[in-house]
């Protein structure tokens, strides 16, 4: 009896002590730091001072409650991108495609917002059909790429690019086009299209700019259900045992070729479900220039959360909250936008070249990590 209390005390302690671990942190938390760094040294070289800078930068992220609900807001669509390349991550997949996956799902929740029987639809109906429409939009897209992996062998990355340019152009046709016209709103002052049904609106939070609406909660919610499925579930077992050895999964009996089309289109999915709450819950309209660059900040964000779902959650706020707090930097402390760019591309740098991170902070490598937990447990045991 003591020798069972004794060991399920060790293993309550165990897990308390894994929850509580910041060693897979440090890499992440290090790079950003350094990257803030190196940001500051470029920002003294023009001249300016980086503390008042950064400072500025702070203020435009956190200054006020207004701004911290922009600063969110903006963190919304960074949380699909992500999440499509970190599911993609787990199955062994290079998605570069989010950005066409994000296009086409927000053109399509665009086109399905304006039919006639939206007009007449609940909202309670409504906005889960747009959200559904945008999935299905970036489902699709995601799964032309799986496909051409499984049967024929085409590298996704190369695919995926190519759809990226498709899709951008497609749509750009599509929303452009006045003659002949397809979806452009004609009365519109610049190339959109028409505003979708007021019942199919998300709701917003807080009217900021960008106003904080519901979406964020959506996200949120796919975020944890993704990170449930790929713990907790068969197909999330299957997912990473593919992505960790196909060779092994096929010989355990895994179907590769239906795990990997499985994966890249439900990474298209994430991406549509993250437009379309943009397009419902932002704009309500669709423009061709609203993902630019997010698809690709996608691969930044998914790298710097490890591929953990959860992760990404935190990661995308940081992102947003950078590109938010921006212009307010500019304008007082007179620095360019860009820096922030830099400062963001240095981020995707050092997580990349972790060696880096781990040299100039004195942070244990994975391995030596691993080694002494297993030394820590078999003490206690």
Known sequence: ?????????????????????????????????????????????????????????LRGMFGSWDRVAGS????????????????????????????????VGGITAAWVGTLTFMYHTP?????????IAGAVG?????????????RTGAHEVITTIMLN???????????????????????????????????????????????????????????????????????????????????AALYAGINVNRIIILAMALSGAFAGIAAASEVSGTNQFFQPGTFAFIGFDGIAIALLARANPIAIIPASLLWGSLLAGAPLMQLEAGVSIDVVRIIQSMVLLFVAADAIVRYVFHIRGEAGHQMESVATEEAES
Request: hydrophobic residues 55%; contains cysteine; proline residues 6%.
């Open 123 to 131: 909202s309670v109906i409504a906005i889960p059909i747009i959200l």
């Open 1 to 57: 009896m003591n020798d069972r209390l004794d060991k399920g005390l060790s293993g309550f302690i165990r897990k308390i002590r894994e929850a509580w671990d910041l060693q897979p942190l440090l890499v992440p938390l290090g790079a950003i730091l350094l990257s803030f760094i190196v940001g500051g040294v470029l920002i003294a070289m023009i001249g300016v001072n980086p503390f008042e800078a950064y400072w500025a930068l």
């Open 72 to 103: 969110i807001a903006r963190s919304v669509p960074f949380m699909g991108s992500a999440l499509a390349l970190a599911f993609a991550f787990r199955a062994g997949l290079f998605n570069i495609g989010a950005e066409g996956q994000l296009l």
């Open 165 to 247: 340019s498709i899709a951008l152009f497609g749509v750009r046709w599509l929303v452009n086009s006045r003659d002949p016209q397809i979806l452009r709103d004609l009365t519109a002052s610049v190339p959109r299209t028409k505003a979708i049904s007021p019942t199919a609106v998300l709701p917003t939070i807080v009217d900021s700019q960008p106003n904080l609406h519901m979406g964020l909660f959506v996200m949120i919610a796919v975020c944890i259900v993704v990170a449930f499925v790929l713990r907790r579930t068969t197909f999330g077992f299957e997912t990473i045992t593919v992505g960790t050895n196909p060779n």
């Open 138 to 150: 970036g489902y699709v897209w995601g799964w032309i790429p799986g496909v051409l992996r499984a």
